[in-house]
């Protein structure tokens, strides 16, 4: 098998590298936002997948585990974990959202620990501010995020909120960074056909090796 | 269910070979190619790497982001179906022992998804001299021949080295090193501990005079199985080339129950159920060929009783399911400050290791016998599940970009900058080392459990000896030194709580032992060439016939034992009247 054929089995037909590098940039920028495949969609035409998986999938989209009050307060915690700046989008803009509705479905192990940190951090409000996490001011917000976003100064009795917020953060950062906005925030460009010749010679100065090979 | 009855086939085979992994996979190409009419039972479904393979996608094109699950237990788009648990086919042990059983259920078996680190095993591998465990009854000079044979055939990556107990094969040029390995490499020197270039069947380059499988293209996805036939699967590079010579035919979804016998005791085929359509099927070949997997074969074996073999077939000697041994493992994690806010470029490599450490000690100098090797990795991978996890633990431990240190923790603008920051700075090391053999370490059939099919399940009994332990905390003690020569911040090291972090046996997926070989057929099941002593049309070709495993991963000493084998019977074709 050629270099061509090589490329036409793996589906990418008799396009060069380079073009297809050119090809998957612009879908980025034209897709970026709302790029993340419905797991019906993945599923659907996949034959890497067992009938089993299929079924099972299909059944975690069916089911719902967030309300609309712990989605609206999900959306906006991820969003003061990972906001918009400069580079990219916020991760309710990579629909981090839904990725933790699905996640908690799939690994039940998420599900206590984030609706009942959820309640924690309204009583927590509540009783601060008189009013609901995600009704209380975006000061107030930050006010109380900052409490238990910092887990070695955190106060003791602040414990369990410091756990939840470690886990909220966990799961937004994955959310984002593997969805297709952020992977382009962070720079992978792996993922596509190459030659791989060793680490290129201006890093290998930078990190003071002579050599591919050390 | 009155209209269950057994359909018997009216076809005699030249052979009938169980499973369609790395043994199966060798045997049946061997055979097709020698113009064997050949049948395979597969107790999975039909794979083909170039139409079921997930090489490619992204990981946002898996809802969940590529996370394992428990029908994925190497993540979402790891090509093994099957993992430690399979409904419906349970496992027991006994006496409070531990064994994990990884079964893939599917043309090609475990070689779609493995780790191709392809490892010959060395003369004191065959013949070791420390007196702890029986000798091969062959020698490293009995497979030099079958391991080039291998090598030409599938292709290995690795550089020359001349190191005595890890014989060098006829190598593709290896891949050069991550950056992150670069590091590795000059804290292992430092620390007194060898690397050299990995050794992995990835082609690398193109395989001389094989037409039909491409060139690696560096996705480093081999888990995945390859679109291009580029690294080694059974499914691939084995099975699907002898379909094409007409002489092999693949049963799928076939689950055998048992060998059959006649009254004379020889082997006359197999019976299985059909997953399709749950009916009972027996099937005749000249000789009968396990390659099942160590322990699905000891199983077959053991539940194939008869009058000519009251204690299982070929178990005369009672050794059937003893000697079980897998692989120790044992590893540890940390990342380099030095490859923060690192540039970007396209370092997936290939789905092996790039570089390792071979054994590199005198144990006349250590308290454990036999030695280990480690595997390293790190790099600019695809970011999925986990990514990003317990940054509370790296950004309150360097200084910020403003040259100031950082609270750990946070959120906002500056967290999300830190992930940036730390993308590409981890470290990963895992130790594989040798397991002794024990008699006391074993499967046997459960007397009160059976599986969905009716089939008596295996039952484990695995402990491991303080030798492994041992042998653990070397590595921990080892990781360490090369962590902290290489300027690296080491995440917390697994202590005596955990047995230094040795994982519970069956974990690393090298188990083999349960069929073994040898000169005495009071003290082996097999002879030197996995023909069953007592039945002589019966040959074992996956890692069941091991005596006693090396530090090295099993996957090609079963393609050269199997190609032995498989040669063995051509050579005694007359005579085994096939």
Known sequence: ?214 | MSDLQIKKSSTTYDAVIVGSGAGGGMAGYVLAHAGLKVLMLEAGPFFDPQKNSAQLKFSWESPRRGASTDSRNFGDFDAAFGGWSLEGEPYTTKDNTEFQWFRSRMLGGRTNHWGRISLRMGPHDFQPKDGLTEKWPITYDDMKPFYDKVDRLIGVFGTVEGLENEPDGIFLPPPKPRLNELYIKAGAKKAGVTVIAGRGSVLTEALPGNKDRGACFFCGQCNRSCKIYGDFSSSSCLVIPAMKTGNLKVISNAMVREVLTDKEGAATGVSYISKDDMQEYQVNGKIVILGASACESARLLLNSKSAAHPGGLANSSGIVGKYLHDSTGSGASGWLPQLMDRKRYNEDGVGSVHIYSPWWLDNKKLDFPRGYHIEYGGGLHMPGYGFGGGIQHMNGAVPGRDGKMKEAGGFGAGLKDDYRRFYGVNIGMAGRGTAIAREDNYCEIDPDVVDKFGIPVLRFHYKWAPDEVKQAKHMQDTFQEIMHHMGAIADAPAGKDTSYGLEAPGVIIHEVGTVRMGDDPKKSALNKYCQAHDCNNLFVVDAAPFVQQGDKNATWTILALSMRTAEYILSQRKKLNV
């Open chain 1, 1 to 214: 098998m050629n270099r061509r054929e090589s490329l036409k089995a793996i589906g990418i037909g008799t396009i060069t590298t380079g073009l297809l590098l050119d090809a998957s940039c612009k879908t980025d920028t034209k897709k970026q936002g709302g790029e993340v495949t419905t797991p019906q969609e993945t599923a659907a035409a996949d034959p890497a997948r067992t009938p089993y998986e299929l079924e099972r999938e299909k059944k975690l989209n069916a089911e719902k585990f967030f309300n609309e009050h712990e989605m609206k307060t999900i959306t906006v915690l991820v969003d003061i974990i990972i906001p918009k700046d400069d580079k990219s989008g916020s991760a309710s803009d990579a629909k981090v959202p839904d990725f933790i509705e699905f996640i908690v479905k799939d690994m039940p192990e998420h599900q206590t620990p984030l609706r009942g940190g959820l309640r924690w951090l309204d009583l927590q409000s509540l009783n601060r501010y008189n009013n609901t996490f995600r009704e209380s001011s975006a000061q107030q917000q930050i006010d109380l995020v900052t409490l238990i976003a910092y887990p070695k100064k955190a106060a003791p009795e602040l414990a369990q909120g410091v756990s939840f917020f470690n886990r909220m953060r966990d799961l937004t950062a994955t959310g984002f960074f593997s969805s297709q906005m952020g992977m382009k925030d962070l720079g992978y460009v792996g993922n596509a056909p190459n030659k791989w010749e060793g680490v290129p010679a201006d890093v290998l100065k930078a990190h003071g090796f002579d050599t591919v090979w050390g």
